[in-house]
């Protein structure tokens, strides 16, 4: 027989379960933005940062007034055909692409 003492099972269980629950779980602030992103995807960010003026200049590094600018300037030119196999990504989220 071995000199040190060993845990049962169930002690063992035990003490993994206390160790968890005893664990400090970490809380990460997140903007409501991002955490739709995650669910809607990087795409559809574009509108909701629309309504967050300061969150956009952050992201595009402009003015939303800026940006529909550049996109009144560029929609001629980037903008595609629906297709009957697939809908062509809308102009303003093919700039925020772009851009990103």
């Given at each position: 027989?071995?000199?040190?003492?060993?845990?049962?099972?169930?002690?063992?269980?035990?003490?993994?379960?206390?160790?968890?629950?005893?664990k400090r779980k970490?809380?990460?602030?997140?903007?409501e933005i991002n955490?739709?992103?995650?669910?809607?995807?990087?795409?559809?960010?574009?509108?909701?940062?629309?309504?967050?003026?300061?969150?956009?200049?952050?992201?595009?590094?402009?003015?939303?007034?800026?940006?529909?600018?550049?996109?009144?300037?560029?929609?001629?030119?980037?903008?595609?055909?629906?297709?009957?196999?697939?809908?062509?990504?809308?102009?303003?989220?093919?700039?925020?692409?772009?851009?990103?």
């Amino acid at each position: 027989m071995s000199s040190q003492s060993s845990l049962s099972d169930s002690e063992e269980e035990e003490l993994l379960l206390l160790v968890s629950v005893l664990k400090r779980k970490r809380r990460i602030w997140m903007h409501e933005i991002n955490q739709k992103r995650r669910k809607l995807g990087e795409n559809k960010l574009c509108l909701e940062l629309q309504s967050h003026e300061d969150r956009f200049y952050t992201y595009f590094r402009m003015k939303p007034e800026t940006f529909e600018y550049l996109h009144n300037l560029l929609e001629p030119h980037i903008k595609k055909k629906n297709t009957k196999y697939r809908e062509a990504i809308p102009t303003k989220e093919r700039l925020a692409l772009c851009l990103r």
